[in-house]
Nanobody
Framework: QVQLVASGGGLVQTGGSLRLSCAASERTFVGYAMGWFRQAPGKDREFVAAISWNGGSTAYADSVKNRFTISRDNAKNTVYLQMNSLKPEDTAVYHC???????????????????WGQGTQVTVSS
């Protein structure tokens, strides 16, 4: 069973920073691209960022480009999302997710991610 546990959320002011982490079991993590998605109240889940299994390929939503950075530490089975210059519209529950295919050299489309983990709340005050 896939287990993804996100952490690091909290309450910050506009312009602040947070770093989210998502820990997975080694069996879950090795060889799989990882993604971050978010869901605000009353809105659909949306793609935020993704990283290939070896970190060589990344993808970002236009709304977070140049503000957020996704990275991973394969030795720790953990993926990170560094969020800078946060805005109130970034407020949401953030989830990490696993690619459905293994060993892909480039990040696949958002629809290829699933196995949603427990989310972490990010609230940005104005």
């Amino acid at each position: 069973q896939v287990q993804l546990v996100a952490s690091g959320g909290g309450l910050v002011q506009t312009g602040g920073s947070l770093r989210l982490s998502c820990a997975a079991s080694e069996r879950t993590f090795v060889g799989y691209a990882m993604g971050w998605f978010r869901q605000a109240p009353g809105k659909d889940r949306e793609f935020v960022a993704a990283i290939s299994w070896n970190g060589g390929s990344t993808a970002y939503a236009d709304s977070v480009k140049n503000r957020f950075t996704i990275s991973r530490d394969n030795a720790k089975n953990t993926v990170y999302l560094q969020m800078n210059s946060l805005k109130p519209e970034d407020t949401a529950v953030y989830h990490c997710a696993l690619d459905k295919l293994r060993w892909r050299a480039v990040v696949g489309p958002p629809a290829d991610f699933g196995s949603w983990g427990q989310g972490t709340q990010v609230t940005v005050s104005s």
